[in-house]
């Protein structure tokens, strides 16, 4: 068993080009997979494929070009939906990324539906592009924004949650995966908790989209946004999903062409879901390999994927422990592959600065999450975070690096 599973890893290594290189002198490790994943061979072919063969503007043209290009974006449409599982492919846009969804929500739907005194519940583990966008919500409707509390393993407090919600509550909006700690969050439970005071949710799945399974209807949150580049896609493109009911009663996001079906000085008339939340020329190369992503992640499988991941972190968990002045934040019982630590004693810069000069690519300091580094008091972390293609050797290659660097220090 372990052998099948350490061939294929091997041969999913293969397919990532920029994994085979030495960096500082040392073979490159990379574990800061939850800024944003390698890409895969197959995607880099669609993006050049594209450039080479059928690269026209979509749409509008009657070109075969133009025809090539706008069925090549709409496939990607097509596998994205069924990748989310929405009950629709118009319930996808193209966005720039998980931001971008966040913010079309909360500026087109939001600014819309939102009165002074309305609520919006987030939580404590938000990256700060689940945070940001509804304070700018705040300041232009009088909106009041509530936090859910975590315990000290980096979990949402369900209680404290059920709490806030009230008749008040219009928006909620959480994570389904922390980037910081990597805790799954129960967002099944806590849509339905927030429908049962009728308000709508938003799920930010840009960690959930490489290592887990997302079903729209199954869970059926309102919104979801993610971004394709960390799920081995190019960057710059991301999807949102959103119930057709609710994308129809919104405001456009942004005006120009594309999201509109007639146009004069007088009066504009919009465009059917998604293109009236698409204006302009999007970026299509990128959202034609993104399809290549997909396909990827569903060629590999997510059990598989579970599998993997899951054996990297009971490995890191294993063999970082006993480096001297670990401190490990993040217990959840549900968690990727995710390690964010610090070591007593040595800023998590430094510690970042001394794995590169060993060819390891460690993310360091808040993770775009300030509000769960105050509420632990620190500063930032080091966080390493596994992918697909990462190994266990790779993980002890890591703790050498880092009892090394403690005994340096310690000098
Ligand atoms: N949400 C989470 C949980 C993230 O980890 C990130 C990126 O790190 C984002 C949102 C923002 O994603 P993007 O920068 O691709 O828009």
């Given at each position: 068993m372990s052998t099948a599973v350490s061939t294929s890893v091997e041969?999913?290594?293969?397919?990532?080009?920029?994994?085979?290189?030495?960096?500082?002198?040392?073979?490159?490790?990379?574990?800061?997979?939850?800024?944003t994943a390698q890409k895969p061979k197959a995607v880099l072919d669609a993006l050049s494929y594209y450039y080479e063969h059928d690269n026209a503007n979509i749409h509008r043209g009657i070109h075969t070009l133009a025809e090539r290009a706008?069925?090549?974006?709409?496939?990607?449409?097509?596998?994205?939906?069924?990748?989310?599982?929405?009950n629709e492919v118009e319930?996808?846009?193209?966005?720039?990324?998980?931001?971008?969804?966040?913010?079309?929500?909360?500026?087109?739907?939001?600014?819309?539906?939102?009165?002074?005194?309305?609520?919006?519940?987030?939580?404590?583990?938000?990256?700060?592009?689940?945070?940001?966008?509804?304070?700018?919500?705040?300041?232009?409707?009088?909106?009041?924004?509530?936090?859910?509390?975590?315990?000290?393993?980096?979990e949402l407090i369900i209680d404290a949650y059920r709490e806030l919600l009230s008749g008040k509550t219009k928006i909620v909006a959480v994570n389904y995966i922390s980037n910081s700690l990597g805790t799954v969050n129960p967002v099944k439970e806590?849509?339905?908790?927030?429908?049962?005071?009728?308000?709508?949710?938003?799920?930010?799945?840009?960690?959930?989209?490489p290592h887990h399974p997302i079903d729209v209807q199954g869970i059926d949150c309102d919104f979801l946004a993610f971004s394709a580049h960390k799920m081995y896609g190019p960057t710059g493109v991301g999807a949102l999903y959103g119930k057709r009911r609710l994308l129809e009663s919104m405001d456009p996001y942004q005006g120009g062409g594309e999201m509109i079906k007639d146009v004069t000085f007088e009066k504009t008339t919009y465009n059917e879901i998604p293109y009236k939340f698409e204006a302009g020329t999007p970026n299509i190369a990128d959202v034609v390999a993104f399809k290549a992503a997909i396909d990827f992640i569903e060629s590999i499988g997510y059990s598989f994927i579970h599998e993997h991941e899951e054996r990297l972190l009971n490995h890191a968990n294993k063999v970082l422990m006993d480096i001297p002045g670990m401190t490990p934040f993040g217990q959840a019982r549900e968690k990727t592959s995710v390690f964010s630590f610090n070591i007593e004693g040595i800023h998590p810069f430094d510690i970042g600065m001394?794995?590169?000069?060993?060819?390891?690519?460690?993310?360091?300091?808040?993770?775009?999450?300030?509000?769960?580094?105050?509420?632990?008091?620190?500063?930032?972390?080091?966080?390493?975070?596994?992918?697909?293609?990462?190994?266990?050797?790779?993980?002890?290659?890591?703790?050498?690096?880092?009892k090394d660097i403690v005994k340096k220090f310690k000098k």
């Open positions: 041969q999913i290594r293969k397919e990532f080009p920029v994994l085979h290189q030495e960096v500082n002198g040392k073979p490159l490790i990379y574990f800061d997979n939850a800024a706008t069925s090549a974006y709409e496939d990607t449409r097509k596998a994205t939906s069924r990748f989310v599982n929405s319930e996808i846009i193209f966005t720039k990324g998980t931001t971008e969804g966040i913010n079309l929500v909360a500026q087109a739907y939001g600014r819309k539906f939102l009165k002074p005194g309305d609520e919006i519940i987030i939580s404590h583990l938000e990256h700060h592009s689940n945070i940001v966008p509804w304070q700018i919500l705040r300041e232009q409707t009088g909106a009041v924004i509530k936090v859910i509390p975590i315990n000290d393993k980096g806590i849509i339905a908790m927030a429908h049962e005071v009728g308000a709508v949710t938003l799920i930010d799945a840009a960690q959930a989209a001394w794995l590169d000069a060993k060819g390891i690519a460690v993310r360091t300091g808040h993770h775009c999450t300030q509000p769960l580094m105050d509420w632990f008091k620190i500063e930032g972390t080091v966080r390493a975070s596994m992918a697909i293609y990462n190994t266990t050797d790779e993980l002890d290659t890591f703790a050498a690096a880092l």
